[in-house]
């Protein structure tokens, strides 16, 4: 009689760039005959249950939630980020609560969580099975190669790069501890029967492993990015970003066909999730700057800042507004890739060896459009706030250099080289010991 299949659980709080890649896995661990169940925010439904996953979502939509008012004052003023921290305490409270019993009712062999989900840690250890940290980012592990990419620092030196991760370890603690105790209350009886006596000690962050040791830690991005330091634990493991493949079936709208069939490769320009304190301005930039380069350009609308208005005449034929598109589809077929710097859409850009210029507004975004740089894969970048159409327009310029479609390309060959979503499911299968892997 064959053995029941392996069960996983895999929770990624966040916006799409936060849930697509694990989305991504959960495609592999399926196909390799795993039961997978994804845990995120509302909204992904569709998405997981199209790889061949269940969907178990918390009462969260991070993308109404991006778009209030609170949320984007929060992105720039220090008053702003206090007001939205309190007013999201009581829905992230909600959702600790929520991943607890979607764990204890799931019963899974293996737990894989990212930072906003590590309350799954006191799940792995009620059941006890292995519940494993993802990043995707280099934030989990102390280095002294760079500082902690979250706050936007420079290079403080070995020493003082590696205390930056100690102080952001603290916040995250401090971030997690009234959802522990969430948790801790809303478990009652059922935490104090817990199989480990000490259900809420220790640091949530690293997970649990049964019998004790060190939980592999999976940091999911590119060495041609983040080259391993030497002085990460041996138990962390760069197994490169987890890539949506290719949907073979997708047929693109006649407009953008025709468009991308019209002229030479256009330059793709789009912010993603993240909203502009200024769109129209934002816009006016980006359209002046193209006028002065004469480049073809597809301009991503979306809910990043680019706003849909009527182009002006001198740059109506050569610039087209899309409202979405897959970017493994559309990727491919560009000269060059302007964006925001999420890690999403820079490791989509660099896989296929597309040159790119990241502007910036916060978090690891400075961190990755510095990594493009030190790459060789595109120019220097430029934060949004200091958007001109003048220094746009020279940036926009630079990408022609042959120079970045040689690092562009240096990048996707080692990127095309890496574990992946398919060596990790692989690997995370072989671990729990499923027949299939």
């Known amino acids: 009689m064959p053995s029941p299949r392996k069960k996983i659980l895999i929770a990624s709080l966040g916006t799409r760039g936060d849930v697509q890649p694990y989305v991504a896995l959960a495609k592999e ?3 390799l005959g795993a039961d997978v169940v994804v845990t995120t ?29 609170d949320t984007q004052a929060a992105l720039f003023t220090l008053k702003g980020k206090i007001r939205a921290a309190r007013q999201s305490m009581d829905l992230q409270k909600e959702a600790a609560r ?21 309350v799954l840690t006191l799940v792995a250890r009620h059941l006890n099975v292995p519940a494993l940290p993802t990043v995707l980012q280099p934030v989990s592990a102390a280095t002294g190669a760079f500082p902690l990419p979250l706050f936007g620092l420079p290079d403080l030196g070995p020493f003082l790069n590696r205390q930056s991760y100690s102080v952001g370890r603290l916040l995250m603690r401090l971030g997690i501890a009234p959802l522990a105790k969430a948790v801790e209350g809303h478990a009652g009886l059922e935490a104090a029967q817990a199989p480990n006596s000490d259900l809420l000690g220790g640091d949530l962050m690293d997970g649990h492993m049964p019998g004790g040791g060190a939980p592999l830690s999976l940091q999911a991005f590119s060495r ?24 073979p079936g997708y047929v693109p709208p006649e407009d953008l066909a025709a468009f991308l069939e019209s002229g030479p490769a256009p330059i793709y ?4 999730s993240m909203p502009s304190r200024n769109p129209g301005k934002l816009t006016e930039t980006v359209l002046a700057a193209l006028e002065q380069t004469g480049h073809r350009a597809i301009l991503a609308t979306g809910w990043g800042g680019l706003s849909g208005k009527d182009l ?74 200091s958007l001109i159409p003048s220094k746009l327009a020279r940036a926009l ?38 027949e299939n892997a």
């Open 397 to 434: 310029m630079q990408l022609e250099d042959p120079v970045y479609r040689v690092g562009a390309k240096r990048a996707a060959d080692m990127m095309a080289g890496e574990p992946g979503a398919q060596g990790t499911a692989k690997r995370l299968l072989t671990m729990i010991g499923a």
């Open 29 to 31: 661990l399926t196909r």
């Open 98 to 118: 929520c991943l607890w019993d979607i764990g204890t009712h799931e019963r899974p062999d293996l737990i894989l969580f990212n930072l906003k989900a590590t």
């Open 312 to 385: 002006p005449p001198a740059v109506s034929k050569r610039i087209f507004l899309l409202e979405k598109a897959p970017h493994s589809w559309l990727f491919p077929r560009c000269a060059a890739v302007v964006h925001h710097g999420g890690a999403g859409t820079t490791h989509e850009a660099l896989r296929w060896g597309k040159p790119s210029l990241v502007c910036p507004v916060f978090g690891d975004q400075p961190f990755w459009g510095n990594r493009v740089h030190r790459a060789g894969a595109g120019p220097a970048p430029i934060r949004q706030k």
């Open 41 to 69: 925010g509302e909204g992904f439904d569709d998405m997981i249950t199209a790889v061949g996953a269940r969907s178990r979502p918390v009462p969260l939509n991070y993308q109404t939630l991006l778009r209030g008012e």
């Open 224 to 247: 041609a990015l983040v080259p391993t330091p030497p002085d990460w634990p041996a138990n962390t493991w760069a197994c490169g970003y987890w890539l949506t493949e290719p949907d």
């Open 269 to 272: 320009l789009g912010f993603g």
